[in-house]
């Protein structure tokens, strides 16, 4: 095993970089090897059952559900809770993409997760998204070499298959970098439906965005349960999200080559990285 932190750069070949520039994000199948997604998901099943059997406000392995209906469960700080997770937040091609989007070296900002299913009665076809935002455009945003870059971003990976029906992530495309009232964008985009985008992808597949997207929680309408992984990355000198900061304890475990990233302990010390839309992507990272 390396002792030193490789990552890919660019991760993203060119048109899947000007795909994300356009739109605002970009999904990548089969980001994670079958093994991989099945490791997740034991892990992810695990952790719900222990927190449920934990009961109200119960933590698990530092673990807490910020949302907690019968068809919605909303995992916060999923960091600590096992190792398939701790894999996947430091999975060096995944980090490679956040990198490539805010610009140069991440830290972890937050790590969460999402098991839901069909809400019952089910959604109407027409019926609102939660649509939210992280950051916004020129606050959390920035232009080099002529690419979007954010300072806050996810990658977010769905450990089940996710066809039209199956609830993936909305957003409405393009919002990332239109500096218009939100509600103004999200009454657009209710005219014209055609501006929301959705996930589908095989189980395995990262979507890529920066927070300044207008995103929200699809709607399921078919019988299938949907779980999904988030990593959350800022650059080295900005906070965790409230809450989210790593224990002492666990950075102290942690591989010596992810600390930085986990704790954010490089703070200042911030190393720029900006492609040209013409890199080709590094050879390892596709
Ligand atoms: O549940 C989803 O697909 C959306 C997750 C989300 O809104 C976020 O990570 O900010």
């Known amino acids: ?3 030193t932190f490789v990552r890919p750069f660019p991760a993203l070949t060119p ?5 994300l520039d356009v739109f605002g994000y970009v ?3 089969n980001t994670l090897t079958t093994i991989e997604v099945e490791r997740l998901l034991d892990a992810m099943q695990q952790l719900k059952a222990d927190l449920i059997a934990a009961g109200e406000g119960g933590v698990v392995r530092g673990c807490r559900l910020s949302a907690r209906h019968e068809h919605h469960c909303h995992f916060a700080h999923i960091l600590e809770a096992d190792p398939a997770i701790y894999d996947y937040l430091t999975h060096p091609r ?7 989007l805010v610009g140069g070296s991440v830290r972890l900002e937050e790590s969460e997760a999402v098991i839901n299913h069909r809400p019952d009665p089910a959604p109407a076809l027409d019926a609102p998204y939660g649509f939210h935002t992280g950051t916004m455009p020129d606050q959390g945003t920035y232009t080099e070499n002529g690419l979007f870059h954010c300072t ?5 990976t769905n450990l089940t298959d996710l066809g039209p029906d199956d609830g993936g992530t909305v957003c409405i495309a393009g919002s990332h970098k239109i500096k218009a009232p939100r509600e103004q964008i999200i009454a657009c985009a209710e005219e014209d439906r055609s501006l929301v985008h959705q996930v589908i992808a095989p189980a395995g597949s990262t979507l890529l965005f920066g927070e300044s997207l207008i995103h929200a929680t699809g709607h399921i309408r078919s019988d299938r349960e949907r779980v999904i992984v988030i990593g959350g990355y800022t650059p080295t000198m900005f906070q965790a999200w409230n809450g989210q900061e790593p224990s002492a304890a666990f950075v102290e475990a942690a591989e010596p ?13 911030w190393q720029r990285q900006h492609r040209t839309l013409d890199m080709p992507v590094h050879q390892d990272a596709d």
């Open 94 to 100: 995944l980090v490679g993409l956040a990198e490539e």
């Open 257 to 269: 080559r992810h600390r930085a990233l986990l704790s954010g302990s490089d703070r200042w010390n």
């Open 152 to 156: 806050f971003v996810k990658t977010l």
């Open 1 to 3: 095993m390396s002792d």
């Open 27 to 29: 999904v990548i199948e």
């Open 15 to 19: 048109a899947q970089r000007y795909h």
